[in-house]
């Protein structure tokens, strides 16, 4: 099990732990001072009641869901206390509020001012014991850290002078961050000469291997040897390991033309594993993916069923749904499924890009991509968690390979999850050559730089006025 595994486990126990403690102890000062009827004789029929027991257990449980939905457990390793305090008074007020108008509401009290005590308490007694637990569990943390009790292993990806004194620098400062360095990973065919290599090296092809047997959970990539275009390969490589990766502020600022940026830390490193987005949005966009999958399936079935009759009834040869390998996320494999808009021997010459007069384009096809309608079956790849509602189109490894040629920085869509609809689908279409899928990356990468739900609404609405115009292809 992984530290991040164990203090997410941690997290999330101790969470409940001091809601529940929390619920219990609101609905004592509930009873002794807040409501006037409270309906039994004891503290102890009202504490044991079937309705307060149910709270009990329910409440803490709806409390945990927003801290979710608030981004409270994502990265929880790598998260400053200051952003703990944070999230905890304002997560805390939303549930105190929440809580009041869905139950204590009809509580008897002398007047308004009872009501504000009472949210009052009970924001201040799940302020004061979770975050007062999740303190303690930082701080240990980062003590731990800071100790050297605790470190996170990572590979130091090249094996130049460059990456020696990396080792350097971290080393002298190792339990500032938690950086342990295990050793090098050779992306060369033959082995390195040097001799100020004090680790070990292996070679690139065991990386996984090597991964796996380490526990690593980091990787720091340096410039490769033979330039750019061989380390934006190296990096194109090693996204889909799903571990952090991190660069050095030049190297991103070559490979994407930027030159500033928020996720940076220690050396200066940057994360370009993960997209600069915050926890709550990266945690309410995959909960809301899984909702509105879930009801778009559920809701949109009899139309689904019928689409599926019409192909298979309009173009007789071959499936109904059509299955093909994209990339995704962290550059991980995936079958997109759509219903079948082409001939069922469309591509038996290979991969092609399809034009609005396409002739292996099937009739029935064509009115299905005008008004986007073949993309329907994609919400089963978001339930999946393979794609999301809003993101950059993944393409096939044929087309990227072809991409990253003349965009290096075309791996950086991999640090989403890619969509059923995207900037660039909404303001650019269909691209029929290479050259207009390079102009469409622009768009997408536009997206990542400014992910919203603001952002996935206004996406969302320009792809309803498209399906309802028929302006698909």
Not at 21 to 48: H, K, P
Not at 144 to 156: A, F, P, Q, S
Request: aromatic share 10%; hydrophobic share 45%; glycine share 6%.
């Amino acid at each position: 099990m992984t530290v991040e595994t164990r203090q997410h486990i941690k997290c999330v126990l101790a969470d409940w732990l001091s809601a529940v403690l929390a619920i219990v102890l609101f609905n004592v000062c509930r009873y002794e001072w807040f409501v006037d009827d409270i309906g039994t004789e004891s503290l102890y029929q009202f504490l044991t009641s079937r309705t307060v027991v149910t709270g009990e257990l329910l409440f803490p449980l709806f409390i945990l869901l927003i801290y979710y939905l608030s981004g409270a457990y994502y990265k929880v390793t790598k998260r400053s206390r200051l952003d703990e305090l944070i999230n905890t008074f304002i997560t805390n007020a939303i549930v105190s509020v929440a809580i009041y108008f869905t139950i204590l509401v009809d509580d008897i009290v002398e007047d308004k001012a009872t009501i504000y005590e009472m949210v009052g308490s009970l924001w201040l007694l799940l302020t004061v014991l979770v975050g007062g637990e999740r303190m303690f569990l930082s701080t240990r943390l980062i003590h731990k850290v800071r100790d050297g009790r605790l470190g996170y292993n990572t590979l130091i990806v090249g094996v130049t002078q460059a990456a020696v004194g990396m080792v350097d620098k971290i080393s002298n400062s190792a339990h500032a961050h938690g950086f342990n360095i295990i050793g090098y990973v050779n992306p060369n065919p033959e082995p390195p000469v040097s001799d100020d290599l004090k680790l070990p090296v292996y070679p690139i092809d065991d990386i996984e291997q090597v991964i796996k047997e380490h526990n690593v959970v980091n990787l720091i990539v340096m410039p490769h040897r033979d330039g750019m275009h061989a380390t934006v390969r190296l990096i194109n490589r090693l996204f889909p390991l799903g571990i952090s990766m991190f660069i050095s502020p030049v190297l991103m600022r070559v490979i994407s033309g930027k030159s500033s940026f928020g996720n940076v830390k220690g050396e200066p490193l940057i994360d370009v594993s993960q997209p600069d987005i915050s926890p709550s949005t990266a945690s309410c966009k995959r909960a809301a993916d899984i909702v509105c999958s879930a009801m778009a399936l559920v809701v949109l079935s009899p139309l689904l069923l019928a689409i599926g009759l019409a192909v298979k009834i309009k173009s007789p040869k071959g499936s109904v749904l059509y299955f093909q390998d994209r990339v995704g996320y962290r550059k991980k494999h995936f079958r997109i499924i759509k219903f079948r808009t082409m001939h069922a021997d469309a591509e038996e010459a290979g991969p092609a890009l399809s034009s609005p007069d396409d002739p292996r384009i099937t009739p029935i096809g064509r009115f299905l991509r005008k008004y986007r309608l073949d993309e329907l079956p994609q919400f089963w790849n978001v339930l999946k968690g393979e794609m999301s509602i809003v993101g950059p189109r993944p393409e096939r490894e044929y087309y990227i390979k072809r991409i990253v040629q003349e965009v290096p920085y075309y791996s950086l869509i991999h640090n989403v999850r890619p969509g059923i609809t995207s900037w660039g689908m909404v303001k650019y279409g269909y691209a029929t050559t290479v050259e207009e899928m390079v102009e469409r990356l622009q768009y997408d990468l536009v997206y990542i730089e400014n992910i919203s739900f603001g952002v996935d609404l206004k996406i969302i609405l320009y792809t309803v006025r498209t399906v309802l115009t028929g302006r698909g292809i």
